[in-house]
């Protein structure tokens, strides 16, 4: 269930999680995502905001944890 996996992702302190999805069904991922220490991206055909998002995400992991 989703809960379960929440669960599981929030229990590693280190994780962090990215899930990208279409907006349909997106709150699922996008929980799962936060209860990672991660975020939620629209998945898209745009090739600019997938890039975009994918160099959001590489900086937030190349910076380093606390």
Do not use: H
């Not at 929440?6 to 699922?28: C, D, E, M, N």
């Not at 936060?34 to 910076?63: H, Q």
Request: charged letters at 20%.
């Amino acid at each position: 269930s989703i809960e379960n996996i929440k669960t599981a992702v929030s229990g590693t302190p280190q994780l962090k999680l990215f899930t990208f999805s279409r907006t349909s069904g997106s709150s699922q991922w996008e929980d799962i995502a936060v209860a990672g220490n991660g975020a939620w991206y629209k998945l898209t055909n745009n090739p600019t905001e997938m890039y975009a998002s994918l160099m959001e995400i590489l900086d937030e992991i190349c910076k380093g944890g606390n």
